[in-house]
């Protein structure tokens, strides 16, 4: 099976402006979740989604916020950029069950200028 | 409160035997994981525990004690190419009875000939 997906792999964009990052999942994995990775703070949870619907949260503002479409592909999107947003954004995927390992794609970098 | 502790760095000889030590504190335990990641990589799955006890994987060994909040990965004839961070995740299933993954800040192993 392939692995999971992420696109793009880098993104460059200015304060004030939003980003779209999408996540495809291993086929058959009904779950996906999201991290956002930064050498301060460590990998860091924003969100799972499981059959078009977010599942659970983290502590992260309102500008965060993401969707999940019947193919289990998902997007993340963070508006009104700030310079603190630059990260690696990861997502993981899994079979959906509370006890299924989770699989992480290669990451989007991200850099807020 | 969630608290997940790594040490953040350690240094090992090529041939030799690392132990590294995970402890944490949680309000849902349902699992604990361990996942290698390469500088600029995605994390890549190493084991899971869940009960009590040691899991072996090849050169890789995790052991999980519940009562005490405990964990440790164990790696044998350390090889170059085990230079990575080692990151430990706790599932937390909280209060919506779903899984996300808490993540330590990682421990950076670096090893030499």
């Known amino acids: 099976k392939a692995g999971v997906t992420q696109t793009p792999r880098y993104l460059i964009k200015t304060r004030g402006q939003q980003v779209t990052l999408s996540c495809s999942p291993i086929?058959?994995?009904?779950?996906v979740s999201w991290y956002q990775q930064t050498p301060g703070q460590g990998l860091q949870f924003l969100f799972e989604?499981?059959?078009?619907?977010?599942?659970n949260k983290g502590n992260f503002p309102g500008r965060f916020s993401g969707r999940q479409f019947s193919n289990s592909r998902s997007e993340m999107n963070v508006s009104t950029l700030e310079l603190g947003d630059s990260a690696l954004y990861l997502c993981?995927?899994?079979?959906?069950?509370?006890?299924?390992?989770?699989?992480f794609g290669p990451g989007t970098r991200l850099l807020v200028l | 409160g969630q608290n997940i502790d790594q040490p953040t760095e350690m240094t090992a000889t090529e041939g030799a035997i690392v132990q590294i030590n995970c402890t944490y504190q949680?309000?849902?335990?349902?699992?604990l994981f361990w996942y290698q990641q390469h500088a600029g990589e995605a994390p890549t799955f190493l084991s899971y525990?869940?009960?009590?006890g040691l899991e072996e994987k090849g050169r890789f060994s995790s052991f999980l004690s519940r009562s005490k909040g405990y964990s440790y990965l164990l790696l044998k004839e350390l090889q170059m190419k085990d230079s990575a961070s080692y990151l430990c995740?706790?599932?937390?299933?909280?209060?919506?009875?779903?899984?996300?993954?808490?993540f330590g800040q990682g421990t950076t192993l670096q090893v030499k000939p």
């Open positions: 995740a706790v599932r937390d299933l909280g209060s919506s009875n779903t899984g996300k993954l808490i």
């Open positions: 086929s058959g994995h009904r779950s």
């Open positions: 989604y499981f059959s078009e619907t977010q599942r």
């Open positions: 993981a995927s899994s079979e959906g069950g509370t006890q299924e390992t989770q699989y």
């Open positions: 949680t309000s849902g335990f349902n699992g």
């Open positions: 525990n869940v009960l009590d």
